[in-house]
């Protein structure tokens, strides 16, 4: 975990700047392009993972919080912990963008409305949901099941 915090500064510092240095414990660089940079300096920087050292690592330092299989109560309680812990390191806990896949967790309930919305309603800034994909590479039915998706889950939250 140390390291993987360490590495995302580095990057930070290589994306920021056109030459760049870092001093840390683990990685340390002197004068180091990174080319072609981000246009905007910058990649989001999301982190995974349900346990408390993940999701405190991802309100220290990512701009997004992505966790996986983690259940509608679950994902309340350390939502909050990221967003706890974004405050504790003086960030702003809206600054972190949530993505959840409630289907991961139970793909039954995944396009139930009442089901995803416990996730919407803890603080989910992004959902994800599992659609099949014409082998013939037509994609009116993934269009209309993007659609489907909308009108029967994402307009009753």
Same mark, same amino acid.
């Given at each position: 975990? =140390?390291?993987?915090?360490?590495?995302?500064?580095?990057?930070?510092? $290589?994306?920021?700047?056109?030459?760049?240095?870092?001093? +840390?414990?683990?990685?340390?660089?002197?004068?180091?392009?990174?080319?072609?940079? !981000?246009?905007?300096?910058? @990649?989001?920087? #999301?982190?995974?993972?349900?346990?408390?050292?993940? #999701?405190?690592?991802?309100? =220290? @330092? &990512?701009?997004?919080?992505?966790?996986?299989? *983690?259940?509608?109560?679950?994902? &309340?309680?350390?939502?909050? $912990? $990221?967003?706890?812990?974004?405050?504790? /390191?003086?960030?702003?806990?809206?600054? *972190?963008? *949530?993505? #959840?896949?409630? +289907?991961?967790?139970?793909?039954?309930?995944?396009?139930?409305?009442?089901? %995803?919305?416990?996730? /919407?309603?803890?603080?989910?800034?992004?959902?994800?949901? @599992?659609?099949? @994909?014409?082998?013939?590479?037509?994609? +009116? !039915?993934?269009?209309?099941?993007?659609?489907?998706?909308?009108?029967? %889950?994402?307009?009753?939250?």
């Amino acid at each position: 975990g =140390r390291r993987l915090e360490e590495c995302i500064d580095a990057m930070r510092a $290589l994306w920021a700047e056109p030459s760049a240095s870092y001093a +840390g414990k683990y990685w340390s660089f002197t004068n180091v392009s990174c080319n072609p940079r !981000p246009r905007e300096h910058a @990649v989001p920087i #999301v982190l995974g993972g349900n346990t408390d050292p993940a #999701v405190r690592r991802a309100g =220290r @330092v &990512a701009d997004g919080w992505f966790p996986y299989t *983690i259940s509608p109560d679950d994902f &309340a309680t350390q939502a909050e $912990l $990221l967003r706890s812990t974004a405050r504790d /390191a003086g960030r702003d806990p809206a600054s *972190i963008e *949530i993505t #959840v896949w409630p +289907g991961s967790y139970d793909w039954r309930a995944e396009r139930d409305p009442t089901w %995803v919305r416990r996730y /919407a309603d803890a603080g989910a800034d992004r959902l994800i949901f @599992v659609s099949p @994909v014409a082998a013939d590479g037509n994609l +009116g !039915p993934l269009r209309d099941d993007i659609a489907r998706y909308h009108d029967d %889950v994402i307009t009753q939250l």
